[in-house]
């Protein structure tokens, strides 16, 4: 594990309504701690002066994410404020909007720290666009989740993915690991 660059931004991926509060689908394995990692992270972002992006996953009529539905907007409790840009995408791969993209060069990022959900699909998906784009990556290990698939618990979909990051060559990092003063 080595500190991201002093200036790489936090993005957090598709922390939705919908991911944690039960109404429609189950909340992600274990919703609360993720709530309150993704807290930790973002609070540790604006002390250091880094920037800070919401991805906001919209989904197609009728979806729990489809824009206008309860499950829809990003969690309130992770305490957005104005200035935090929200960029929205209807695929797995946030840098599909191409005002990521153009956020981060405006920032001169070269590195972005990852966190959300879902592990195997949109946290997946940008980590793989990302480095596509050229960036490096810090995953935060203990800050992505996930639902249980047939099969396979939540908690095994992310060990899993955690070891094919690292394989992949990205930093991967614990949320204690990286707030630590």
Same mark, same amino acid.
């Given at each position: 594990?080595?500190?991201?660059?002093?200036?790489?931004?936090?993005?957090?991926?598709?922390?939705?309504?919908?991911?944690?509060?039960?109404?429609?689908?189950?909340?992600?394995?274990?919703?609360?701690?993720?709530?309150?990692?993704?807290?930790?992270?973002?609070?540790?972002?604006?002390?250091?002066?880094?920037?800070?992006?919401?991805?906001?996953?919209?989904?197609?009529?009728?979806?729990?994410?489809?824009?206008?539905?309860?499950?829809?907007?990003?969690?309130?409790?992770?305490?957005?404020?104005?200035?935090?840009?929200?960029?929205?995408?209807?695929?797995?791969?946030?840098?599909?909007?191409?005002?990521?993209?153009?956020?981060?060069?405006?920032?001169?990022?070269?590195?972005?720290?990852?966190?959300?959900?879902?592990?195997?699909?949109?946290?997946?998906?940008?980590v &793989?666009? $990302?480095? *596509?784009?050229?960036?490096? %990556? +810090?995953?935060?290990s203990?800050?992505? #989740?996930?639902?249980?698939?047939p099969?396979?618990?939540?908690?095994?979909?992310?060990?899993?993915?955690?070891? &094919?990051? $690292?394989? *992949?060559?990205?930093?991967? %990092? +614990?949320?204690?690991?990286?707030?630590? #003063?």
């Open positions: 594990m080595q500190k991201p660059a002093d200036f790489a931004p936090v993005i957090v991926i598709d922390l939705q309504t919908n991911m944690f509060d039960g109404a429609v689908e189950p909340p992600i394995h274990v919703a609360d701690t993720i709530a309150a990692r993704t807290c930790k992270v973002i609070e540790w972002a604006r002390r250091e002066g880094r920037k800070v992006a919401f991805i906001r996953h919209d989904g197609p009529e009728g979806d729990p994410l489809a824009p206008g539905e309860p499950g829809w907007p990003v969690w309130p409790a992770l305490g957005q404020n104005g200035e935090e840009p929200t960029f929205s995408k209807t695929v797995r791969n946030s840098f599909s909007n191409p005002k990521l993209g153009a956020w981060l060069a405006e920032l001169n990022a070269s590195e972005v720290i990852l966190l959300g959900a879902q592990t195997d699909f949109c946290v997946a998906g940008t &793989q666009g $990302a480095i *596509a784009n050229g960036l490096k %990556v +810090t995953v935060i203990d800050a992505h #989740s996930t639902l249980d698939q099969g396979e618990p939540a908690s095994s979909i992310i060990n899993r993915y955690n070891a &094919q990051f $690292a394989e *992949a060559g990205v930093n991967m %990092v +614990t949320t204690d690991a990286l707030t630590a #003063s």
